[in-house]
């Protein structure tokens, strides 16, 4: 008796890997340098892509002076979900290098081909972002008892040992979960916008980047908060540039890490 032949499952396509490189301490002062370069190429974009981030940045400040619980949480966490802000940036120095013309509807159109797997990811950058806000609302709410402290209350951490334990347990958290949120995503949102590929896979690829090169990423991330408080310092008329060319710097940094 002859028995049927077992059909073979179709094979499964697999998520493709992406090979990462070595860099060195210069690498991420090389990357702002042509950060630099692209603002002065599309000074126009540049600015109103860092106007309108900057002018998010302000309202978040505004919300501070009359819910400062919830808006010292959100101006924080626009450092979490910076890299999400920051796409159109990434397609307008993908376009350079392309020597094409960079412009709001082109980056649109890529934005809109991308729409999944860069809305998968944008989800849960906005899931920690609101996770860091509640938490951040809880460690004050548990120091003052109250949920609604003033902004009196938040200049009076300054002037006794456990208002600062409070502000070190807030900052301490904060660098852990942006720690944890720069190694999954320093390269990825880039990874997404270039080759389509899931967001899983550009977790695992900027992971493995990250990690491949621990002291350049320590520097770049080092240097990401540092011009990011340098912009917050200028009452964030600062961002307005200081985004963009952190942007096309971390666009630069993508092609460095990812091949």
């Known amino acids: 008796m002859t028995h049927p032949v077992a059909q073979t499952p179709a094979a499964v396509t697999a998520a493709p890997r992406f090979e990462t490189s070595r860099v060195d301490l210069r690498a991420p002062f090389r990357w702002l340098r042509n950060g630099i370069d692209d603002f002065r190429q599309i000074p126009g974009l540049s600015l109103l892509y860092g106007g309108i981030f ?10 501070m002076q009359t819910v400062p619980w919830y808006g010292l949480g959100y101006l924080t966490g626009l450092v979490v979900i910076g890299p999400f802000l920051a ?6 120095s993908r376009d350079l290098e392309q020597r094409v013309q960079p412009s709001i509807g082109g980056t649109l159109r ?3 081909q991308r729409a999944t797997y860069l809305g998968l990811f944008s989800v849960l950058l906005a899931l920690v972002m609101a996770a860091w806000v509640r938490f951040s609302a809880l460690v004050f709410a548990f120091h003052f008892s109250t949920l609604s402290p003033t902004a009196q209350a938040y200049t009076s951490l300054l002037s006794s040992p456990d208002g600062w334990a409070v502000l070190g347990l ?4 904060g660098f852990l979960l942006a720690a944890v949120v720069f190694v999954i995503s320093a390269t990825a949102i880039p990874l997404i916008l270039d080759k389509d590929v899931d967001f899983v896979t550009a977790m695992q690829t900027s992971y493995r980047a990250v990690t491949r090169n621990p002291a350049p990423m320590a520097l770049w991330a080092a240097s990401i908060v540092a011009i990011t408080a340098l912009g917050l310092a200028t009452l964030f ?3 307005a540039v200081f985004f963009p060319v952190l942007g096309y710097a971390t666009w630069h940094s993508y092609r460095d890490l990812v091949k």
């Open 237 to 239: 008329v600062g961002l």
């Open 170 to 173: 807030f900052f301490g958290i």
């Open 54 to 63: 900057a002018a998010l940045c302000f309202g978040v400040y505004a919300l």
């Open 110 to 112: 890529l934005l809109a």
């Open 87 to 92: 796409s159109g940036l990434y397609v307008a």
